[in-house]
């Protein structure tokens, strides 16, 4: 749509072109999110996609995403056998309700940075134990990406930082893997995914999310027992559970923990089948 606000658009070629992002503006990435609805308090756009971040990265340590990597990059580069959690990539970009045409301008770090709690990608990060590089006005620091989020559409950034990149350690891009999606209707949106990480040691991590406010981590040493998790699960805070025209957070919350269990049960090699979504 067009934002009639706007009065300047300026195409950022190095990072002194970032300084100065105040009250009125704002960083535009793909622009899906931004030119979907009215931007009423905005008047300037800084479109960081013409810095020439290479997409992705990769090392021995592990992965690097640039924020401007796009969806579609992300789903689909052939990442190296020995990374199987990479697949989550393509499950999580595929968990959002958006056309192709959205898959190729939408990009990781404005999925990150919008903090929906039906941003799959985000989750994907989280559950993959990612770290984000931010950009703050006063200095560069990793943080944690599950740390990132603080509640629907909040994070962390103040007015003026950005985004740069995204880091996957390798070790944790050899976890197995297992991912599940529910939503109210066949291509609605998520009512709730959950992701299971695996690694070599045995312990597993679940992260929730849609169903929650923002993305919930929870660590097992091992796998749970069904009672474990379930006593876990009943230690959610009841109001992170999240309310919205997609469901309802009782609906969530019990299904959440039926797609805990298929997880769990998947990562325990029970039921190696893959995914239902
Ligand atoms: C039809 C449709 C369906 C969608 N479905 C989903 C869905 O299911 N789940 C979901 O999560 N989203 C969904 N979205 C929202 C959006 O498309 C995605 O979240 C997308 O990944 C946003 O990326 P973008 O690059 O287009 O962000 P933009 O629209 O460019 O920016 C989004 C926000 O993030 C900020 N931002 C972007 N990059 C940075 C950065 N590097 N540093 C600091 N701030 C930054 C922008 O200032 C803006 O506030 C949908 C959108 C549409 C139009």
């Given at each position: 749509m067009d934002l009639d606000t706007i009065r300047d658009v300026v195409m950022a070629?190095?990072?002194?072109?970032?300084?100065?992002?105040?009250?009125?503006s704002a960083v535009l990435a793909g622009g899906t999110w931004l030119y979907s609805?009215?931007?009423?308090?905005?008047?300037r756009l800084v479109d960081?996609?013409?810095?020439?971040?290479?997409p992705l990265t990769s090392d021995d340590d592990g992965l690097e995403i640039a924020a401007t990597c796009t969806l579609a990059e992300l789903a689909d580069t052939a990442y190296?056998?020995?990374?199987?959690?990479?697949r989550l990539f393509g499950q999580a970009c595929g968990a959002l309700v958006a056309s192709h045409k959205i898959r190729r301008m939408a990009t990781v770090g404005g999925n990150v940075c919008l903090a929906?709690?039906?941003g799959a990608v985000l989750a994907a990060l989280t559950a993959l134990g990612g770290s984000a590089l931010v950009w703050w006005s006063g200095g560069d620091e990793w943080i944690p990406v599950s740390r990132f989020?603080?509640?629907?559409?909040?994070?962390?950034?103040?007015?003026?930082?950005?985004?740069?990149a995204l880091r996957i350690p390798a070790a944790n891009l050899r976890s197995r893997t297992a991912f599940r999606k529910l939503a109210l209707?066949?291509?609605?949106?998520?009512?709730s995914v959950v992701m299971g990480r695996r690694d070599r040691s045995g312990a597993l991590t679940l992260t929730l999310s849609a169903a929650t406010t923002r993305p919930v981590v929870l660590e097992f040493p091992d796998l749970p027992t069904s009672g474990e998790l379930s006593a876990t699960l009943a230690?959610?805070?009841?109001?992170?559970w999240y309310d919205d025209p997609h469901g309802a957070p009782d609906w969530r919350c019990h299904i959440t923990s039926v797609l805990a269990a298929e997880v769990t049960a998947e990562l325990s090699g029970a039921n190696p089948s893959g995914d239902r979504s």
């Open positions: 070629r190095g990072r002194e072109d970032l300084t100065g992002l105040g009250a009125g609805e009215p931007q009423d308090r905005l008047d960081i996609t013409g810095l020439g971040w290479t190296p056998a020995h990374w199987p959690a990479t929906l709690p039906a989020v603080i509640g629907p559409g909040q994070t962390l950034l103040d007015q003026g930082d950005v985004l740069r209707t066949p291509k609605g949106r998520s009512g230690d959610i805070q009841p109001d992170l």
